[in-house]
């Protein structure tokens, strides 16, 4: 029996839409209300959202339940990775509806799958990251050897309860081409797998391309960004001062649970560098800047702030590890460079070029990454999905 409602659960409250994570999160939820289903959602929060930020997540869903998340010390000695310990919440939220499916946005809201009160025919999980790899790249990316151990703990409990959870799943949704065919070839879920693009929440837009300002766009505490961040002005940022007066660095993200001024502090020894801290609006941002880095040096799967640097019309920069599992092209729809010589000769060759050289390269990206329908392959996954209910 075909209810027309679906459930998304959600690690974190995903609006406004500051970091990659969220932006597709907020688009598959508002294609879903396209395709006329109704959604509801649970989110595992540290901190009440806003209520500017509440009303507008209202617009595209329902019903939404927000669960506290609490991250203990003592939560590090279970068999769970500590990403799924502490939203064990979601097993009490008490739901009253009936769901065609619900959509587990990665493994760590598993725990909603012990609540009593789901009543749900079909399991869809969205596979944001070989998350056992991810979290092993976090512990190599980060100077803290706290959090290093942390991430290496989690990143071996991930090898096991990203099976048990990828087995229980009716579908497995992922963002990563790469990782898709990956996991496509193992017998146990090649069936189950798909490959569904990131959901994108504008049209593609056209910049002017001028100005020597270099953006960076991501989430200002997670350890990938910040080491990418530090390579970045260590081994291309003084160079580009020397040759380019007028150029800045433009750093934009959200803090989370770190401070500011630790951010402040640790850039403080460079010149030529603009932060800002939580902005509700990077369109001006993106408008302002000539071009997009992406200097990460770790990290698994799909880099959603370059896709959508491309889509908000600017030229990237990327490291092999900022673009892989998308399928861009090197030096026709992105620059491609791992060394320091190879990311500052990017930069000048974007510098140089003529706006309308640079638009032409960022057109084909955007053409690339827009060549498929998503609202049509959602439609065809939900569709499948509620057949085998």
């Known amino acids: 029996m075909k209810h027309n409602r679906i459930l998304v659960v ?23 209300n396209k395709l006329g289903y109704i959604v509801d959602m649970v989110c595992s929060c540290k ?78 999980l969205r596979v944001h ?4 790899k991810y979290f092993f790249q976090l512990g190599n990316s980060s ?15 991930f090898r096991r309860f990203s099976k048990r959870v990828f087995d229980k799943a009716d579908r497995l949704w992922f963002i990563s081409k790469d990782e898709y065919n990956v996991f496509a070839e193992q017998e146990q879920w090649a069936q189950k797998s798909f490959h ?29 960004n910040i080491n990418a961040i530090k390579w970045y002005l260590d081994n291309v940022h003084s160079k580009l001062i ?22 402040l502090s640790m850039l403080s020894g460079y010149s030529n560098v603009e932060v800002h801290f939580n902005v509700p609006d990077l369109a001006p941002f993106y408008a302002e800047a000539a071009l997009f880095v992406n200097p990460m040096q770790f990290g698994t799967g799909v880099k959603l ?27 026709e729809m992105f620059l491609k460079a791992d060394s320091p010589h190879d990311f500052y000769a990017a930069i000048v060759r974007i510098f140089s070029a003529k706006p309308e050289a640079n638009a032409a390269m960022v057109k084909k990206a955007q053409d690339f990454l827009n060549n498929n329908d998503y609202l049509t392959l959602l439609k065809k996954e939900t569709d499948d999905l509620i057949k085998q209910a």
């Open 10 to 32: 959600v690690g974190y409250f995903p609006y406004p839409c500051h970091f990659g994570g969220a932006i597709d999160v907020y688009g598959r939820i508002e294609a879903l």
């Open 47 to 124: 901190a009440m959202p806003l209520d500017e930020d509440f009303t507008a997540m209202q617009l595209i869903t329902e019903n939404i339940y927000i669960t506290e998340r609490n991250n203990r010390v003592t939560d590090l000695i279970f068999s769970q990775p500590l990403q799924a310990q502490s939203r064990k919440s979601l097993k009490k939220v008490k739901l009253e509806k009936v769901y065609d499916f619900v959509i587990l946005e990665s493994e760590s809201t598993a725990p909603i799958l012990e609540n009593e009160t789901l009543k749900v025919s079909k399991i869809a």
């Open 129 to 132: 990251n070989d998350e056992s």
């Open 143 to 157: 100077s803290n050897i706290f959090k290093k151990l942390y991430y290496y703990l989690d990143a071996l409990k």
């Open 196 to 224: 569904l693009p990131s959901a994108s929440v504008q049209l593609p837009a056209q910049q002017k391309l001028g100005g020597r300002n270099v953006l960076f766009i991501g989430s200002l505490f997670m350890p990938n």
């Open 242 to 263: 020397n040759d380019f007066p007028d150029y800045s660095f433009v750093v934009v993200g959200s803090t989370g649970d770190v401070k500011e001024e630790d951010v």
């Open 305 to 331: 702030k370059s896709l959508n640097a491309i889509n908000n019309g600017l030229p990237l920069v990327s490291t092999h590890v900022g673009s892989e599992g998308v399928g861009l092209i090197d030096k």
